[in-house]
C-alpha cells in the first residue's frame, strides 16, 4: 500500500536523481527509452552502467599505479516485492546486451567450477561457438562474463558460501591479471584476465533475515553496490511497447564504445588535483554501520569506475573535473539510501519487530496495537516484550501511542494506537 505522502516523496526523490544524470550521450537515451516503464530512474540507470561496464570489459582503465580500475560492477537492485518492478527493469537492460554474440551471460544459480568453467571459455570462446569456428579460438584468454541474478536469495545462500563461491567472486571482484582454482578432484582451472561484472535483485527483508553470517567477512558485500527504493514514483497501467528503433541505437552506441575505447583513460590535470584533495578529505569520513565502512572504503574506486563510463557514454577520452564531481554526487546519492538496506540486518527479535513496525507506520500513519499483536504476537515471549518495544520507539521519537476512537459520540472502549511522529 502507497499513502499520497510516501508517493510524493518517491516523486521528489526521482526529480532529485534525475537532476544528477547526464542530458545528453548513451545514460541519456537509455534513461528516456525506459521512461515507459514503472520502475524507478536509479534501478534503470545503474542497470545502465552495469551492463555497459560488461560490454567494455577490460579495453579500458584507470591507472591508480600498482593496479588498474576496469568497468566492471556488482549491482543489486533492492525494494519490497513487487513494488519497484526490479525484474522487469532488468529484464530491458539485459534484452539489449544478451544479443552481442561476445557477452558470456551466467544466470542464477551456479557451482564454482559452473561459473569458472563458463568464464574460462570466454568471450573468444563464445564468439567462435556461435560462428562455428571453435578450432581456431585459443581458449582462455578473455575470462569475461556477466552475472544474472534476478533472485539474489537463489545466487546467494548458505550453500554457496560452503561452496567457497562468493570467496571467487570476492577475488574476481578486483580483476587481477590471472586467476586460479584447484577443484575437488585436483583439477586446476585457470582464468587470464578475468573481468566480471553482475546484476542481482533482493528485497531488504531477505537481506534482514536470510543473509548468511560469513557475507560481511572477506570484503564481498563491501564490493557490492545496493541501489535501493522503497516506493515507485509512476503508476503506467499499460506501459508502451519499448521502440525497436531506440533499442537498435543503443546497440550501436554501445558496439561504438566497444571499438572506440582501448587503453588507459586519463584524468585531466585539474580533475586529478581535485580528487586528490577530495580522496584526502574523506579518510576523515567514518560509519558506525559496520555493513557499509567498506564500501565507505571504495568509494573512491567505484567514483573513478563511474566517471570513467560517464566520460565514455559522452565520447570523450579524459575525465574532467565536472565528470568526476557528477560521478561521486550519483554514487553519495545512492549511498545515502543503500544503508537503509542494512537497517534490519543482525537485529535481535524484538527489532526485527521494531523494524516492522516503523515500515507499517512509513506506509499508513497509524496502526492498532490489536492488529501488531496479531500479526507479531506469536514471536513474543511475553506481553512484556511488546512494551518494551513500545518505549525504546516512544523515546527514540519514532512513534505516539494513545487511546483513539473513530467516532467518540458512540459507545465502546477506545481502540489503543501507534501513530508516526511527523516533524515540520
Known sequence: ??????????????????????????????????????APGCFHFWIAVT???????????ISKGVYN???????????????????????????????FPWMNVIADKTTPEGLLGALQYGTQ????????EGGTINMNTDSSGLIRAAE???????????TGIVGILTDLADCKPSFKYITRNKTPIILKNPIVSMIGASTPDWLATSLPEAAFEGGFMSRIL??????????????????????????????TMRSMYSGEIKLSSTAKEWFNEWYKSSQFQTSEDTAMGGFIERKPDLSLKLAMMLAIAKKELVVDTTTLKQALAIISWTQERMFAAFDKVDLTPLGQIRHKILEILNVKGVVTKREILRKYGGRLQSYRQIEEIERIMIEAGEMEYGDWKPDPSKPGRPTLVYKKVVYR
Open 1 to 38: 500500500m502507497i499513502t499520497e505522502q510516501s508517493y510524493a516523496d518517491a516523486v521528489a526523490e526521482e526529480f532529485e536523481f534525475r537532476s544528477l544524470l547526464p542530458t545528453a550521450g548513451f545514460f541519456s537515451k537509455y534513461m528516456r527509452y525506459t521512461d515507459r516503464h514503472e
Open 51 to 61: 551492463l555497459l561496464g560488461a560490454c567494455l570489459q577490460r579495453r579500458c582503465w
Open 69 to 99: 580500475i576496469f568497468p566492471n560492477l556488482y549491482t543489486v537492485l533492492v525494494s519490497p516485492s513487487g513494488k519497484c518492478r526490479k525484474s522487469r527493469a532488468m529484464n530491458i537492460g539485459c534484452e539489449i546486451v544478451e544479443s
Open 125 to 132: 570462446g563464445l564468439e567462435a561457438m556461435q560462428t562455428g
Open 152 to 162: 539474489l536469495a537463489v545466487f546467494l545462500n548458505k550453500q554457496t558460501y560452503t
Open 226 to 255: 545496493f541501489v535501493v527504493k522503497f516506493f515507485r514514483d509512476r503508476h503506467i497501467t499499460f506501459p508502451d511497447e519499448l521502440p525497436i528503433a531506440e533499442q537498435t541505437e543503443l546497440k550501436t552506441d554501445i558496439l
